[in-house]
């Protein structure tokens, strides 16, 4: 299994970090066979799993109770969990609480915070008490509200030298690594190169240090519409719709079950039985 000093190591040899969303035993188990680097255990289950609209309903006993599941199907993965909308906001203490509670009851190996700002102080408490910490910067779901929408992030030079100067506070801080969503290409490859932690992308190009993406989004499952940014290798979802109304169709007409899925009872005790 991967460390978080693996992954400055990988940055440094120009390997590419592979990081894909998990949310389950099965989906886990999966990632760990796919020769995943990291799994993330993101919030947008709250979407993809939950059926949220976005991520900000989801809770941390949700993290936890997913997490859980995640770590028993993949124990020799890397495991990074998200704090949920508001977990990491009130305090820091709380925040270190909060934390704890995704680490310890999960056995996840580090957690993802979004933005920067209020957040920088959180992220050297989290560090500081030996809790691995991931930045997640450019597009942040939980802050869809403010930011207006899910939209790139980062267009004009000022958000641009924002965003650059929020990277180099969160490795500042202590932070292992920084995904980030939705910005210009040029933009994720200068936040790359200034500063000495893996920069994860996502619709950031590929002059980064390694991509994330979605699980259903790589399937095509249970999804109909995937953003721009996502490669979608297979749509699994006709296959298992299809298989669905192959079952249901079959138990209508009796081929369903067959004499190779049933039981057999002894010539001699169906005696027995009819007296
Ligand atoms: O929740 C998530 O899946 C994420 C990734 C999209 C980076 O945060
Ligand atoms: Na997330």
Redesign the pocket.
């Known amino acids: 299994m991967k460390q978080t000093t693996d992954f400055l190591k990988m940055k440094e040899n120009n390997e590419k970090i592979v ?1 894909l ?1 998990a949310y389950d035993y099965p989906s886990a188990k999966q990632a760990e066979e796919g020769g995943v680097d990291v799994i ?1 255990v ?4 709250g979407m993809v799993v939950l059926g949220y609209d976005s ?1 900000i309903p989801v809770t941390l006993d949700d993290m936890i109770h997913h997490t859980k599941a995640v770590k028993r199907g993949a124990k020799d993965t890397f495991i990074l969990a ?1 704090m949920p909308f508001l977990t990491y906001h009130l305090s820091v203490r709380d925040t270190l609480l909060n934390a704890a509670r995704l680490i310890q009851e999960t056995g996840a190996h580090a957690v ?1 915070l ?1 933005g920067a700002d209020d957040v920088i102080e959180k992220i050297t408490a989290l560090t500081r008490a030996g809790i691995p910490v991931c930045s ?1 910067l450019g597009l942040t ?1 939980q802050s869809v509200g403010v930011l207006g929408g899910y939209k790139v992030q980062g267009k004009d030079v000022q958000a641009a030298r924002k965003l650059i100067e929020d990277a180099k506070k969160c490795e500042e801080a202590g932070a292992f690594a920084i ?1 980030l ?1 939705c910005v210009p290409k040029q933009l994720a490859e200068e936040v790359a190169q200034t500063i000495s932690i893996p920069v ?1 992308g ?1 619709g950031a190009g590929v002059a980064v240090d390694g991509q ?3 699980y259903h989004d790589i399937l095509g499952y249970g999804v109909n519409r995937v953003p721009k940014f996502v490669k979608q290798y297979h749509a699994v979802n006709p296959f298992m719709i299809e298989s669905i109304q192959a079952y249901a169709a079959d138990v209508k007409n009796e081929r369903f079950p067959e004499d190779k899925h049933s039981f057999t009872m002894k010539e001699q005790e169906l005696k027995g039985l009819y007296g």
């Not at 993101?42 to 289950?45: F, I, P, T, V």
Request: no cysteine; proline share 5%.
């Open positions: 990081m969303t993330l993101g919030d947008s289950l991520t998200d993802k979004e997640h779901p995904v969503e994860i996502i994330v993406l979605v």
